[in-house]
């Protein structure tokens, strides 16, 4: 229930601020990926992309990105984990097996005796 609350509290705000900075943002910008372009080249018409357009595409492909880099990150502790789950699994199995066997018969104090 906390985290629901929470969610809201933080969600609502940060969607009314990206909104808020859509609407703000509404002018064409020319979007080139070759950095050695002529300036005039830039400045000539051509189709233009809404510039929030370009900043949510670069948040998405950072946040696609981070997510992918923290998938390979934690790759190593998904492997130990399931080591551990399957080492639980096989030692339940080795409990169940020995609480189901007749017990062995107990040792006595002369057992211990040597002569």
């Known amino acids: 229930m906390i985290r629901r609350i929470v969610g809201w509290f933080v969600l609502v705000p ?3 601020v990206l909104i ?39 948040l998405l492909v950072g946040v696609l990105l981070g997510g992918v880099a923290t998938w ?16 639980t699994e096989r030692l339940h199995r080795e409990l169940e097996v020995a609480r189901r066997s007749p017990e062995p018969p107990a040792l006595g104090a002369e057992d211990f005796v040597h002569n």
Not at 72 to 85: L, T
């Open 14 to 16: 940060l969607c009314a």
């Open 20 to 58: 808020v900075f859509a609407l703000a943002n509404r002018q064409l910008v020319v979007v080139n990926f070759n950095p050695f372009a002529p300036v005039e080249a830039l400045s000539s018409p051509g189709v233009g992309v809404p510039l929030f357009l370009v900043l949510f595409a670069v």
């Open 72 to 87: 390979f990150a934690q790759g190593p502790h998904r492997r130990d984990e399931r080591h551990f789950k399957r080492e």
